[in-house]
């Protein structure tokens, strides 16, 4: 039978500020990506996320990002390999401390915005963000765009990885996605959006822009919760996926 | 035979600020608290003084303050007790991660600034303290000013505690610090102030600034490292309590 | 005739984070306070709001708080006297050079949530913020809290100040807010608090929470634009007081 | 006859933090570049370099830069032209409160770190902090890379431009300076160092890294203070200047 997991950014409130309709997507996720206080949540949210995760049975990542409040963590910014290493190991640790505080581990480590575009295609910044992870904890898995550096960095560090598509976007022949301001960038229906990741996780393939088919692992499909039509289609995608006689489930479960 | 600890204030440095003689005091003391990013250190910072410890065979500490760099984390701020719990655990993970890294556990956890001012005095501050580093690991040592609410809370936690004392400062009758802005309230003699804390070790007795005889506890002696004289008078007190027959060791050997 | 200013609190997003109906409580009020950057509101958010201010005709205020954006400036802060003037002064300084590159001047500063608060009562922390001002610019108004600290401290250092009163909020019988933790702390209905703002304006009275009838000087009535219910009732507001004959005017044209 | 001004970067301490001999680098510029927050700096540091400049007779200037305390405003960070912009105003709004309470008007505005290395190579960039500064005061003047992308920035503007070099920094064919990691790229003698700027001050002329000799206009020179060496070598300079019967005097005496 074929598995696959769902994945979200949560947790990117910050103190009076609310962002993300956080209780509703995680009535429908498998994984959370829970944002550390770099560039997005603070110690609070981040502790009131995990309680939420936790009794919607979800598993537990933490979403290190450049320490950019202002920018949201979206902006590049040219840290060294070391100091990508020193935040990721900053961030994952606090994440862990409340899990820990909560009776749970953390199942998995995905970068967040400019540090995951940037460590998809430069192999060692996601050496530096596989390194930390690994440093911490051999058992936690990188989530990683499918193909990209991150995945070579992970097999490299000894590291776990599972392999992450969206449903939302166009992708290259060689795999990655094609921008956003590109035509075409964006699957804006949703019953074929549903339809390729369905083919992803059951094939292992996806037609690229071109028209071509190319290969594609999907362990976990990313999905936002950011407004209401957002999560409607999250759970979309998930009945989807059920009557596709594929179980979702967190990656935990089936990646090794 | 008597045991003792020295504990100092580390790893205080921030990007390109460098604040303390990190790597001289850590030749002499046991014990090391070192900040967590809050009032003052960064992610490399606490990589590197953890490094530096560990050379120096001296445990690791957790010295989590207020969210405030530009205060230092010495200002008072009315932040409430989930925030304070939120906010120890936050720190207290993110060092753990550095630690692991390393191969080596946090031995305890000490309060910076008025963190620690207000929860020597106020029960349920060093409460909210003691549950955030009770949640994390049992294991973990509250190192706290000698007799005070902070010694209680451990206590009523289940936690291990270590009583801190110091060199430099005067008592009153109840075991409090007289207030840095009254006559007297510095040892400024050397001597006296080493005569003083072997006293304090040996006969867990103090005379206060009434010239009346107190009982005091002293697992661990409070150092600075901030200036090259601060750093001679660590060593001189290291020597001292050597000299009076004292085993200075890290609080963990002895603290049950 | 009577003339009064309305103003509410807006500029208070940041980043990715958006707070309050900015857009529709601008339609309504006469004055506007712009958080700068401190507790709430970023460099690219101010020059929005100074914008949106100056498209609807509003005038400019500072509204500085302390630095803690993880607390939206609520939390009280032992800040030295020193340290809040300077950061009075750095924060009307930067709102100002929006306000010079858009063309306006800045009318007013009202000091936001805690410093707000600490300055009602302590007269040092008041004269901080009104020397702050003055030194600055001297024909900035000082917004404050009816009949505080504030209105003298202002006075005292020959500044404009523009006293304010609450719509939505009952009163002691020496002037100050009744807190909100108390029974009837809030005017519920809003009939009742528009007449009680008719009344403060037109006879300088109001009736204090124990019945008894006290003066108050209401310059400006402080409204909220947090929700569309809140905007809704500015609205009322303003016209209840138009139709009391009450010119609704920026504090500028009356407060001498 | 020949003027030349000497400007430093001053007021980057921060917090508990100091860097810089700013009181004795201070005697011998004529220009000071102060930090202003975001990089570096806090306000109580701006309000207290600006009294030790106005003490000294030196000019003051605006010196923004990044929102990357952590990185000292070092790291190349991805932000939009508008982001700029709006940082520029800010920073240079809050640094002239505290001049204009000081009684002085902010001479220049000089990017620092990772933004002036930006702007000296990108239009865009340095369009936009050309903007920011003439938006905000037209008579300020753009301390600027010598004939990079800033000088043209400024003068598209109609902004006043000082062209600034370096004494201890070699020179590239086509006016930009040898990369650090270079051969050769530190002038390592403080004799040929000084011969340099008087040369290029007297004749706009210096020799490039390759021998050929290359145009450049040296209105500022780029000192540093932040050793005691560094400093003795800025009071050389002087000297040296004076001995060449080269005035020193802060660029607002000569550029139009």
């Known amino acids: 039978m074929k598995h696959v997991d769902l994945n979200s950014d949560v947790g990117e409130s910050f103190g009076a500020y609310t962002i993300g309709a956080d209780e509703e997507v995680l009535k ?18 981040m502790e009131r996320t995990i309680d939420l995760a936790v009794k919607n049975s979800v598993a537990i990542g933490a979403h290190p990002g450049y320490p950019d409040l202002m920018g949201f963590g979206r902006r590049e910014m040219k840290a060294s390999n070391e100091e990508v290493r020193a935040y990721v190991k900053y961030q994952l640790g606090a994440l862990s401390a409340f899990a820990t505080a909560k009776g749970v581990k953390v199942q998995h480590v995905k970068a967040h915005g ?53 449903a939302d976007r166009a992708y290259n022949e060689d795999g990655t996605l094609v921008h956003r301001s590109k035509q075409g960038a964006m699957i804006e229906d949703e019953n074929s959006a549903i339809e390729r990741v369905i ?58």
Do not use: Q, W
Request: aromatic share 6%.
């Open 28 to 45: 429908y996720v498998t994984s959370a990506n829970i944002a550390c206080g770099f560039h997005a949540g603070d110690p609070l949210v």
């Open 114 to 166: 400019a540090m995951y575009n940037m460590a998809a295609v430069d192999y060692n910044i996601a050496r530096a963000i596989a390194e930390a992870v690994s440093e911490v904890d051999r058992e936690i898995i990188l989530l990683a765009l499918a193909g990209s550096e991150m995945v070579k960095a992970a097999r490299d560090t000894g590291l776990k990885v599972a392999e992450e598509v969206f």
């Open 199 to 256: 083919g992803m996780v059951k094939e292992g393939k996806v037609k690229a822009i071109t028209g071509k088919e190319i290969r594609i692992r999907a362990d976990s499909i990313c999905v936002h919760g950011d407004s209401p039509k957002a999560v409607a289609f999250v759970k979309r995608i998930r009945e989807g996926l059920r009557d596709a006689g594929i179980k979702v489930t967190p990656m935990k479960e089936f990646v090794k």
